[in-house]
């Protein structure tokens, strides 16, 4: 019972967690492309680090035995899958985390998005593929492992040195984890370390895993997800609205007009066509199949991260107005401005 507590408060740590931060892919590749820095793409870069180490602890350390990931056959279906993923994310204006956490915020127009997201996953319930279990690569690579554990340990040691200089210049941890923005290394190592136990406890844990399987079984085409599973999907959610309940920040809104609407729900149905093919979000790409360390995981985020330069770097091109972001490893802001293509700003 114990370790079912401490999975139920890794789960509420990363919503609130990601509620604070921007580990938000849409938001990264955004800042690429309009401000030529790359502060946000490598947060979500290091959570995947923690998540490795951490699943390598585990293993080589306690003898645990992770949850196999399941890897989408053929390979180039998901790689395709996780490009339709991120045109659909560019269009929403964010990807499942930012999805989730807009909800959280009030934000009414991604009940249309979550909507779109169940009509994808149903378009491909008939996919001509199959699915393989992969086994961590802590088991694959036996004589390797040690060596590449060492190596993790010692980026990790170098960030938590790294992390305690910034707790110590904030006075006290807990204003600092209370703070309304986080600094992009602290949500990284909460988001790599909770989800590292929750991967080894219980596999492929993430919401879009969740609704993806939650609409195969309505149509026999899967088991049905665990109550569990559920549970900390409610969990995950909850962490969001404690942290903007605490933040001050929950106000109600709702698009203004129905081609905003239709652009949720559109943006909404390519994400669930393309987690249903990879499978998974970018949510499971992120904090879920880093410890497996495969081709499939690894293609199909950078082709996630395609798709949505490739919808940003359109409506840059064409003048349309896009998100700027202005980001330090402080944090970030964001503004709505027309964008000129060849401009500096």
């Not at 169940?118 to 393989?132: C, D, S």
């Not at 060492?150 to 170098?158: R, T």
């Not at 987690?275 to 499971?284: C, E, I, K, L, S």
Request: hydrophobic residues 50%; positive net charge; aromatic residues 8%.
């Amino acid at each position: 019972m114990s370790l079912e507590i401490v999975t139920l408060a890794c789960a509420l740590l990363i919503g609130f967690a990601a509620h604070r931060a921007s580990l938000r892919n849409v938001r990264a590749i955004s800042e690429v492309i309009t401000a030529g820095s790359m502060h946000m793409l490598w947060s979500p870069l290091q959570a995947m680090l923690w998540t490795a180490t951490l699943t390598g602890v585990l293993v080589l350390g306690f003898g645990m035995t992770p949850q196999p990931a399941w890897s989408r056959t053929p390979l180039a279906l998901a790689w395709a899958g996780g490009l339709l993923f991120g045109v659909g994310a560019a269009l929403n204006g964010g990807c499942s985390l930012s999805t989730l956490t807009r909800l959280a915020d009030g934000d009414l127009g991604i009940l249309a998005t979550l909507g779109g997201f169940l009509v994808g996953v149903r378009t491909w319930i008939g996919l001509p593929a199959g699915l393989a279990a992969v086994v961590s690569p802590w088991s694959r690579w036996p004589q390797l492992a040690p060596w590449l554990l060492a190596l993790f340990l010692a980026w990790a040691f170098h960030r938590v040195k790294v992390l305690w200089q910034l707790s110590r210049g904030r006075r006290q941890l807990k204003a600092a984890l209370l703070a309304p923005t986080f600094h992009l290394s602290i949500p990284a190592a909460l988001f790599g370390l909770a989800a590292g136990l929750l991967y080894a406890r219980q596999g492929a844990w993430s919401y879009t895993n969740y609704l993806r399987t939650r609409v195969l079984n309505s149509w026999g085409a899967a088991p049905a997800p665990s109550t569990w599973h559920g549970l900390l999907v409610l969990g995950l959610l909850a962490g969001m609205i404690a942290s903007t309940l605490q933040r001050g920040s929950f106000a109600w809104h709702r698009p203004n007009d129905a081609s905003n609407w239709l652009r949720h729900a559109g943006g909404g149905a390519l994400m669930g066509s393309g987690a249903a093919m990879v499978p998974g979000g970018n949510d499971t790409l992120l904090l879920g199949s880093p410890p497996m360390m495969t081709a499939t995981a690894l293609f199909s985020y950078l082709s996630m991260l395609a798709g949505i330069a490739l919808v940003l770097g359109t409506l840059r091109a064409t003048r349309t107005p896009m998100p700027v972001i202005s980001c330090s490893p402080s944090g970030c802001d964001e503004a709505r401005v027309p964008k000129t293509p060849g401009s500096g700003r």
